[in-house]
Structures are given as structure tokens and as C-alpha cells.
């Protein structure tokens, strides 16, 4: 969507887009054709509606000029190909033109929910579920996509027309998964959200340590399915999560985009806010006995956030929480932050004997997090030469420009003080 649109307009448009896009996928039974459909008509309303203003019933507005959309692409095609008989036996044409602004599809009726698992379908990668799920659930422009991954626009296209094509070629219904099947589809639906928000909170490559309009976008869609799931506790622990880590955003950069560490950061700058906002939801979730990985890890981040200075973190509780998480879930990254913990309690040198484990782990195979850590570990182990080399290591191996320039601050910090 045009960055010139009025804030009311743009934000109108996103909520409505997948709600739009449900409705008209579960109308038609064609994803691929569904999407561009609705793509066109919110490229018409960003046209018309700061003009002419945003009509009464702004969602009826874009199903029907959606569905007019597919309707005429529907019937080109047919007549194209000589089979509009069997187009129009299937789609009889005054239910095509007539999705009725006050017609009980339009207007109660949320497929947000549906599309959000349709788009986070197993059968895709999880490159190929982020971006269609910001594209048809999160309402953002291929080019707009594509940017936040420093892709280009071809490159994403390609991505999101294969993502359609697999879902097309999976046969799958547009309906909410089984009972049985839920629990599955729910994990990747997480799983994507997660990505998405890590991706903007700690962005893998290029000049900036954020990019809030990633992290912003998990958050929305997380509050989405929250209040269509309210009951569930991995949904609260997920957004729980991201509120408390989100928190510490604003903090985590200098004036110039530096990266500040946790232990550096003014915490009169984080967002108190979203600190007791994720604080209740978590205590609320532990509470009715919901330990999952995600609530476990919002009970982790609320400890940190409590923390009114750095030295006042309550790290042996933190162990305690990773030493559950480990149970629940076998992901080196928790393993690392495990070690982490372990050296804040018992001291630099356990924790770098945790890390021997981690080097034989192919998940973490050149990746710059596990140079950082055991360069920071030795740094507190009173080794120096051994930090140093860890930190250019990590530096070398990281793609962020703002974590790489850290490091290699680190680095000429413990050569300097040797001279």
C-alpha cells in the first residue's frame, strides 16, 4: 500500500484484507485467483477512497468490487477457453455479482482465521508461509515483502506464486483443520508468526538492527489470533512474548543505530506499557497451567524486563526457566541461552563447558551466535586473546551490519587494553 495514505485509511485496509480475502476464497474455491482479485481491489480503494472518501461499508465495497474482479476474470477465461458453461454451472452468475453489502456472508462471517492456516500450510517452506502469510493475511504488497528482506521484487513474486501453487496443487479445503489436525497447524502457524517478529526484531542482514514494520506485523496478526483463540495458551504465551521482548526495543539502539546489549541498555526507555500489558498475560496464562515453549519463554523475558537494573536480574530463576524450556523443546538456541544463564550463576567457566555440546550441532554450524557467546564467556573467564578471536569470528559470520560492527567494537576494546 502507498506510504502517502492516511494513517486511518492504510490501517482500515490491512484489517479488512484478509477478512475480504477469506470470503472471497471460500466463495470461489481458488486461492490464487481470490488473492490477486482482492489485491486489485485494494489497489482500487487506495485510488478512490482518499478522493472520494471511505464508503459505508468499506468491506462490502472491496468483496464486490473483488468478486467483480474474478468475475469478469472468470468469464474471459471461460470464453477464452469455450467452457463458460461449465464456469458459470459452477458459479452461477447472480451470486458472482451479487455479494450484497448487507448479505449475511459479508457481513458476519471472519475467514481470517482459515486463511491464517491456509497460509502457514506444512506442505510450504517457511520462507514461502512468511511471505504469503504477510501477503494475503497481512496485507502487504509483494514489493513491500520483498524490501523487508532485501530480496528482489522478482525473487519474492516467484516465492509467493509457488507458495500459491503447492497450496493449489495440496487440495486442500478452505475450512478450519479438524480437531485432530489443529494441534499440528497451530504449531506452524506460531512458528511463522515467531519468524516474522524475530526477523524484525533482530533482522538477519543488512544496515539496520530492526525492522519494525516485520516485528509491528507479527505483533497485529498474533493479537488476531489471539482474540480468535482466547483460551489458548500458546497463542497468549506467543503474544505475551513478543510484547515483553518488543518492549525493550527502543533501547536496543544508540544514536546512530548502534547495538546496545541487555545488560547496557537504559531501561527508562523501554515500554512499561507493554511490560505489564505481556507481565499479565503471561502470569494469567502460567497460571491456569499452560507451560508451553512460548509461555515459558514470555516468563523468561518478564523476569528481565522486572529487572530495574541489570545486576538486579534474577538469573537463578532465569536457569530454572531454561532448564524447563530445554525439556519442552530441542532447539540449540535455547541450549545456547541455557549456557548463558548457566555462566550468570555458576560462573563463566560452566557455561563455556555447556558450549562444547553446541559444537557438534550442524543447526548451529557457522552461525555467529555461538562465536559471540563463547567470545563473551571468555572475555569473563579472564582470556582475552581467545574473546578476541571469537569475537572476529562472530563478526565475520554475521550478515547485520549493526551486530557486526558491535562485535568488532568488542574485539579492538580487548586489543586496545593490551597495549
Not at 456472508?105 to 504469503?132: K, M, N, Q, W, Y
Not at 534474577?314 to 538456541?333: E, F, H, K, R, T
Not at 558450549?355 to 548451529?364: E, P
Request: net charge negative.
Amino acid at each position: 500500500m502507498p506510504t502517502s495514505l492516511a494513517p486511518h485509511i492504510e490501517h482500515l485496509l490491512r484489517e479488512l484484507a484478509p477478512r475480504v480475502l477469506g470470503l472471497v476464497v471460500r466463495r470461489f474455491h481458488d486461492f490464487a485467483a481470490s488473492e490477486d482479485a482482492v489485491q486489485e481491489a485494494l489497489i482500487a480503494a487506495t485510488a478512490q477512497w482518499p478522493r472520494d472518501g471511505v464508503p459505508e461499508e468499506p468491506r462490502a465495497w472491496l468483496i464486490q468490487v473483488a468478486a467483480r474482479r474474478l468475475t469478469d476474470q472468470v468469464r474471459a477465461e471461460a470464453a477464452r477457453r469455450r467452457r463458460e458453461a461449465l464456469v458459470v454451472s459452477l458459479v452461477p452468475p447472480e451470486e458472482q455479482l451479487a455479494l450484497a453489502p448487507d448479505s449475511d456472508e459479508s457481513a458476519g462471517r471472519d475467514d481470517t482465521l482459515v486463511l491464517l492456516f491456509l497460509c502457514c500450510h506444512p506442505a510450504l517452506t517457511s520462507a514461502s508461509a512468511i511471505a504469503l502469510t504477510l501477503r494475503a493475511v497481512g496485507g502487504l504488497t509483494t514489493a513491500e515483502i520483498a524490501k523487508a528482506f532485501l530480496v528482489p521484487e522478482a525473487t519474492m513474486a516467484q516465492r509467493i506464486s509457488r507458495a500459491k501453487q503447492t497450496i493449489k496443487a495440496s487440495g486442500v479445503p478452505f475450512q478450519l483443520p479438524t480437531v485432530e489436525e489443529r494441534a499440528q497447524r497451530l504449531g506452524n502457524v506460531l512458528h511463522v508468526l515467531y519468524l516474522i517478529f524475530s526477523e524484525g526484531y533482530t533482522t538477519s542482514s543488512g544496515p539496520e538492527l530492526h525492522r519494525t514494520d516485520l516485528s509491528g506485523e507479527a505483533l497485529r496478526l498474533t493479537r488476531m489470533l489471539r482474540a480468535l483463540l482466547p483460551e489458548d495458551g500458546e497463542v497468549a504465551g506467543l503474544l505475551a512474548l513478543m510484547l515483553l521482548t518488543d518492549a525493550r526495543r527502543e533501547a536496543r539502539t544508540g544514536p546512530v543505530g548502534e547495538l546496545i546489549p541487555l545488560d547496557e541498555q537504559d531501561r527508562s526507555r523501554w515500554d512499561a506499557q507493554a511490560i505489564a500489558e505481556g507481565v499479565a498475560l503471561v502470569t494469567e496464562t502460567l497460571s491456569k497451567g499452560s507451560i508451553g515453549v512460548y509461555p515459558v519463554q514470555a516468563a523468561i523475558a518478564a523476569v528481565h524486563d522486572e529487572a530495574p537494573r541489570a545486576e538486579d536480574t534474577d538469573w537463578p530463576q532465569i536457569l530454572a526457566l531454561y532448564g524447563v524450556l530445554m525439556q519442552l523443546s530441542d532447539n540449540p538456541m535455547v541450549t545456547l541461552n541455557h549456557a548463558v544463564a548457566t555462566a550468570m550463576v555458576h560462573g563463566p567457566e560452566a557455561g563455556l563447558e555447556l558450549l562444547k555440546a553446541l559444537d557438534g550441532d550442524a543447526r548451529l554450524a557457522g552461525h555467529h551466535r555461538l562465536d559471540a557467546v563463547r567470545a563473551h564467556l571468555l572475555e569473563r573467564a579472564g582470556d582475552p586473546e581467545g574473546a578476541i578471536q571469537h569475537y572476529t569470528k562472530a563478526a565475520g559470520r554475521t550478515t547485520s551490519i549493526p551486530e557486526r560492527n558491535y562485535l568488532l567494537t568488542q574485539a579492538a576494546r580487548l586489543s586496545d587494553a593490551r597495549k
